[in-house]
C-alpha cells in the first residue's frame, strides 16, 4: 500500500488564502473551497498569519506576544 504524503503550501500561498478572507470579505468555507483546501485549514493560517482578534486566537501566542498583549 502506498503512503500518501501531504501536500505543503508555500508561506506566501497562505497568506494569500488569509488575505482572501480578512482584507476581501469572503467566507472561510468558500477561499478553502476554490483552493481546494479543508476549512480548518485556513482558521490555522489566520491564526497563524492573520489578524486575527479573537480571544481564540490569542491563545496560540507564544510567550513575548501574550506578554505584550496582557
Known amino acids: 500500500m502506498a503512503k500518501q504524503s501531504r501536500r505543503q503550501y508555500t508561506e506566501d500561498f497562505k497568506r494569500e488564502a488569509v488575505k ?29 498569519y492573520g489578524q486575527v482578534s479573537s480571544s481564540a486566537g490569542a491563545g496560540h501566542l507564544k510567550g513575548e506576544e501574550a506578554e505584550e498583549l496582557k
Do not use: D, P
Open 20 to 48: 482572501l478572507v480578512e482584507e476581501q470579505g469572503r467566507g472561510v468555507a468558500e477561499v478553502a473551497r476554490s483552493l481546494g483546501v479543508h476549512r480548518s485549514q485556513i482558521e490555522r493560517w489566520r491564526i497563524q
